[in-house]
């Protein structure tokens, strides 16, 4: 059973960037597509990014397109995601999460394993 564990949370100011780490315990980890999602009160949990096994192909939700970045490092079981230009929008717990699938999965119903999440706090 694969365990996550994202750090790099933190509050910033509007503007600013933050970088997630998430990382993987066991070998289950290269074969599988990834993805980072986020929450905020009162709202579902939302796809933020994802990325496939490889490394080669990436998916983003419009509204992190140009701002975001996610990337993984199968030799160390880490998946990032680089945040640039953060809005107050951007405020959310952020979670990753492991894809059943090898392939970029851009649905919630896709992932199977999920980490405890990390806030990220961005003010005005």
């Known amino acids: 059973q694969v365990q996550l564990v994202e750090s790099g949370g933190g509050s910033v100011q509007a503007g600013g960037s933050l970088r997630l780490s998430c990382a993987a315990s066991?070998?289950?980890?290269?074969?599988?597509?990834m993805g980072w999602f986020r929450q905020a009160p009162g709202k579902e949990r939302e796809v933020v990014a994802a990325?496939?096994?490889?490394?080669?192909?990436?998916y983003y939700t419009d509204s992190v397109k140009g701002r975001f970045t996610i990337s993984r490092d199968n030799a160390k079981n880490t998946v990032y995601v680089q945040m640039n230009s953060l809005s107050p929008e951007d405020t959310a717990v952020y979670y990753c999460?492991?894809?059943?699938?090898?392939?970029?999965?851009?649905?919630?119903?896709?992932?199977?394993?999920w980490g405890q999440g990390t806030q990220v706090t961005v003010s005005s």
């Open positions: 066991g070998r289950t980890f290269s074969g599988y597509a």
């Open positions: 990325i496939d096994w490889s490394g080669s192909t990436t």
């Open positions: 999460a492991r894809s059943k699938y090898a392939t970029v999965s851009r649905r919630r119903y896709e992932y199977d394993a």
